[in-house]
């Protein structure tokens, strides 16, 4: 019963033991993203963003920047650099996703940044930001 309550506390009910351990570990990584970006100074506008275009982990105000950042993360050292799974393809998605929160909610910020928080989930676990990792294009950079 315990175990379900928490499967619905995560807004679904993962199909497999793995997409919860998956699920939980993810959730691990970004408060531990959550908690870095605040005390660098950002201010967590909304996790979890998601429309049909797709997914957004973290929107943030970092100065009179809007923030949008992507949280990667591994469980191993020893695992792929997690920098490069951030590829063209993630990017776009990212850019339409954030195209599209900013048409719904009407935001007009000064300035658009993407950042990137790449957490390696260790006893103590290591986080690295990328701030202004990706431009796609003049249009939302500085």
Known sequence: MLDRLK???????????AEY??????RESEDAAVDH??????????RNFRCKLGEIDIIARHGEDLVFVEVRSSHSI????????????KQAKITKAA????????HKPP??????????????????????AFRP??????
Do not use: N, W
């Open 99 to 106: 195209q599209y929160y900013l048409q719904r909610f009407g």
């Open 37 to 46: 970006l605040t005390r660098h100074g950002y201010s967590i506008v909304q």
């Open 78 to 89: 020893g695992a792929m650099d997690l920098a490069y799974s951030v590829d063209r393809r």
């Open 111 to 132: 300035f658009v940044r993407f950042d990137v928080v790449l957490v390696t989930m260790t006893p103590e676990p290591r986080i690295e930001l990328i701030p202004d």
């Open 137 to 142: 294009g003049d249009r939302y950079g500085r």
């Open 7 to 17: 499967r619905l506390a995560l807004g679904r009910e993962p199909k497999k033991a």
């Open 21 to 26: 351990h998956r699920l939980r570990k993810g």
